[in-house]
């Protein structure tokens, strides 16, 4: 007698059933390693380029192009041919947001798709849920800057989220470069953890402090907006001031690395998050003195995305050694 074996997909890894939303995308095809590291970085290079768009809208007055949400302006749920090149900036912005969303809902499907197979990714879940999740806030705060006319304040917290995550996708996209089933080891230099989170910790003030100088500078989106109301010499040095805390810290940061024997690759991220520094220092100098030319500008916020990028691998490379 014959029998006939019916091949079945693969099954969960024992000890933990996967939930509803995984089994309800155990149809699609199984991801492979090198498609889940490609996403992770679509996902880190669309949440840092939300950022560059939303500053060319704001530095080329356009803020207001779109002066409704969610519609674009009463009755007209996209820009007009009549509101111009202002309209056109702002509504392609908008639909960019549904870029970021795409490619999130891509990274949490195929996460989840692993979920019901014999290679499970449960270290990416919350992650990728995360960068998904914030996509439809981020929208809604940005419908609140054009209710309140660019108020700096909401316009500040929009951006600081959208740092945010960028850094969540900072991780996302070091945990899927490990081998599959690889557990990296501690780094086991506390002192060394603890001045890569004090790194962080400063960055993320350094960040914020730039976006409170941008809300008190000229460049408010729309020319009617208000600003912070702030004396922009003074917040423009008290940011100044954290960065060279910031340097200061990165340098004694990449000499720890060093005098411990540069475990796993914390020297390399701390020298890579100098050469950051510096050149955002360099260039918010030269923008100063230049009096905020708008292609600066725009550069020293691809900076900061860059800054938190550099950051948060720093942080990581102090806790994680390379998985073997």
Known sequence: ????????????????????AARLVRWLPLPSEATLR??????????????????????????????????????SLTAT????????????????TFVVGAVAFL????????????????????????????????????????????NPWVVMFHFLVSAALVGVATVLVRRTQRPLGAVPGRVGQ????????????VTAIAVY???????????????DSKRTGLDVAVVTQVHADSVLV??????????????????????TAAAVLLAVEFGQGLIGLVQYRLELPELLVGLHMLGA????MAATDAWLATRWLPSR
């Open 81 to 96: 041919p009549e509101m111009g090149m202002h309209g056109a900036l702002e509504f392609g912005n908008r639909m960019l």
């Open 1 to 20: 007698m014959v029998t006939t074996t019916v091949p079945t997909s693969p099954a969960p890894a024992p000890g933990r059933q996967p939930g509803r």
């Open 209 to 223: 402090l730039g976006a409170v100088v941008t809300g008190s500078g000229p460049h408010a989106g729309d020319p």
């Open 38 to 75: 490609k996403l992770a970085v679509a996902s880190l290079v669309t949440q840092a380029g939300i950022i560059v768009t939303g500053g060319a809208v704001r530095l080329t007055d356009s803020g207001l192009g779109c002066p409704d949400w969610p519609h674009c302006t009463a009755g």
């Open 246 to 267: 910031l340097i200061g810290i990165s340098v004694g940061f990449w000499f720890t690395a060093r005098a411990v024997g540069s475990p796993g690759r914390a020297a």
């Open 107 to 150: 990274m949490l499907v195929a996460v989840l798709r692993t979920l019901t197979s014999d290679r499970p990714r449960r270290d990416l879940v919350v992650l990728s849920a995360v960068l998904l999740g914030v996509v439809p806030a981020q929208a809604v705060i940005g419908g609140i800057t054009v209710w309140t006319d660019l």
């Open 190 to 201: 506390p002192w060394l953890e603890r001045l890569g989170l004090l790194t962080l910790v």
């Open 305 to 308: 995305a860059l800054l938190v």
